[in-house]
């Protein structure tokens, strides 16, 4: 229970997710939700748009039944090499809609099963992408509160889009929830690397490296894929990839400008943050206890177990803890 969002808030001191019993430990948590689950019951309508620097954005649109009109919009960022098809987008969208508004999913550049126009893709910083689409549906001059959530990297940029220019954020934005979010890039991009989290990273390197040959093939001449596949980390295919294509020195640099933990303390909507404590995308300085404790709108909860983008409960085809904490949190009228 804590006071109106005019005073600083303590952390979430109890998290009430507890995992099935057959989700153990935090990589069970984490690798049987993207295996097994499957959320049928959503209906996208796709909407290609046009960005300002002659590319397109691919939006995945979940609406209420016209005999359900909403002035409410929920807003879903997904995770690294995802899209609006994962399991846990469809949840949240899902949930979202349950809760009585429309839901858009919206899928980075090159994640929408098309590759992207430009040299550029997108990156874990890239706000601009995130506010286009915001104001792109509010443009729609139907909805009055608009609710962002979002997972990992996809959490990284909303939290990024709300502490980096205040001003920015439309009024509109009333409140956000954003779960197994690294808020620390550079020392997460190391933590993936050890050896127990291997079997994550090799899947993101694959997948990243296949979008390199795909964006040489579509650009002749623009990219260089010399010993592509000797780059076996993140700081690897940051430092040459990553940065050089979207502004940056070096992955140190993009690091630096893109973890969401330096624009915490700028955030002025009410913003849950849930870590679990067992994540194995995630070290210590993930968890910005000291930014929570004194920041009157970062509510920072850090459960026991969840794994990364877990939070299953029950059987995996159910509602998450994630879904219904992120819904309790964005519909109140003073979050906690």
């Given at each position: 229970s804590f006071s109106s969002a005019s005073s600083p808030m303590p952390l979430v001191a109890d998290s009430r997710y507890q995992p099935p019993f057959y989700l153990f430990n935090g990589h069970l948590q984490t690798i049987v939700p993207s295996l097994l689950r499957t959320v049928p019951d959503v209906r996208y309508q796709r909407e290609r748009v046009e960005t300002e620097d002659g590319d397109f954005l691919d939006l995945d649109w979940s609406r209420l039944p016209e005999s359900r009109p909403t002035?409410?919009?929920?807003?879903?960022?997904?995770?690294?090499?995802?899209?609006?098809?994962?399991?846990?987008?469809?949840?949240?969208?899902?949930?979202?809609?349950?809760?009585?508004?429309?839901?858009?999913?919206?899928?980075?550049?090159?994640?929408?099963?098309?590759?992207?126009?430009?040299?550029?893709?997108?990156?874990?910083g890239d706000t601009d992408d995130l506010d286009f689409v915001v104001r792109y549906?509010?443009?729609?001059?139907?909805?009055?509160?608009?609710?962002?959530?979002?997972?990992?990297?996809?959490?990284?940029?909303?939290?990024?889009?709300?502490?980096?220019?205040?001003?920015?954020?439309?009024?509109?934005?009333?409140?956000?929830?954003?779960?197994?979010?690294?808020?620390?890039?550079?020392?997460?991009?190391?933590h993936i690397a050890r050896l127990e989290n291997r079997i994550y990273l090799n899947r993101f390197m694959k997948t990243l490296r296949e979008k390199m040959r795909q964006k040489a093939a579509l650009l002749p001449g623009q990219v260089d894929l010399t010993d592509l596949d000797a780059l076996v980390d993140f700081p690897q295919f940051d430092d040459r990839f990553t940065a050089p294509m979207h502004g940056f020195k070096s992955a140190e640099e993009y690091y630096e400008h893109a973890s969401s933990g330096r624009y915490l303390s700028g955030i002025r909507v009410p913003t849950l943050l849930v870590n679990a404590q067992n994540d194995p995308f995630l070290p210590p300085s993930c968890f910005p206890r000291d930014v929570a404790a004194q920041s009157p709108y970062v509510f920072l909860e850090t459960p026991t177990d969840g794994g990364h983008v877990g939070f299953g409960e029950g059987t995996p085809d159910g509602e998450y803890y994630s879904e219904r904490r992120a819904v309790e949190f964005l519909t109140a009228e003073v979050p906690a």
């Open positions: 002035d409410a919009l929920g807003i879903v960022s997904h995770g690294l090499e995802g899209d609006a098809g994962r399991p846990y987008v469809r949840g949240m969208v899902r949930a979202l809609n349950q809760a009585g508004m429309d839901a858009l999913a919206w899928n980075y550049r090159s994640c929408s099963g098309e590759m992207n126009r430009l040299l550029r893709s997108y990156h874990l549906a509010l443009g729609k001059a139907r909805y009055r509160r608009v609710y962002l959530t979002g997972f990992s990297a996809g959490g990284n940029v909303t939290l990024k889009y709300l502490g980096e220019n205040p001003a920015r954020v439309p009024q509109e934005v009333k409140h956000a929830a954003v779960f197994s979010v690294p808020t620390d890039l550079k020392s997460s991009s190391v």
